[in-house]
């Protein structure tokens, strides 16, 4: 029995060497930064008022020797922050849900319009052109990136 007990804990504590490890996988210095982010205003006009659906853009770099798994955002200034990524099929232009983005090390994912981007609902105040908010990306075993994201008018 005692050395059934025994192999046990050792196949534990190797399962735990594995898996417990992947959170120090951020502890050291490196942590992938969020570059050049901006949120596109909705159009002003009436419409605006209750398309209260804004995109972020930017870019996620990755020059840790680790790869990072983004598996959701949020922000202060939203109620509602999702990964997005739209598509073209057959003509017509759908966005899918992505719950989860890798960056490989020394890669990068880029966001922009017509591609990935941070699907922002809810705003909890208006925001102003030239302002700046924040967007947290929760990582795959723990820890998260902050962002921060320059508001901008559309541009026509
Ligand atoms: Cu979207």
Known sequence: MRNRLERFLSIAALLCAVACAAPTVYAGDCRPTVREGWVRLPPTGPAAK???IMAGYGRI?????M???IVGASSPSFGSVMLHETRTA??????RHVPELRVAPDGSVTFRPGGLHVMLTKPRAPLKPGS??????ALKGGGSLLGEFEVRKPEI
Do not use: L, Q
């Not at 057959?90 to 966005?95: F, H």
């Not at 700046?132 to 990306?137: A, G, Q």
């Open 61 to 65: 770099v990755n020059t840790c020797a």
């Open 67 to 69: 790869p990072v798994v």
């Open 132 to 137: 700046r908010i924040v967007v947290e990306f």
């Open 50 to 52: 209750t398309a209260a």
């Open 90 to 95: 057959d003509g017509v232009s759908k966005m």
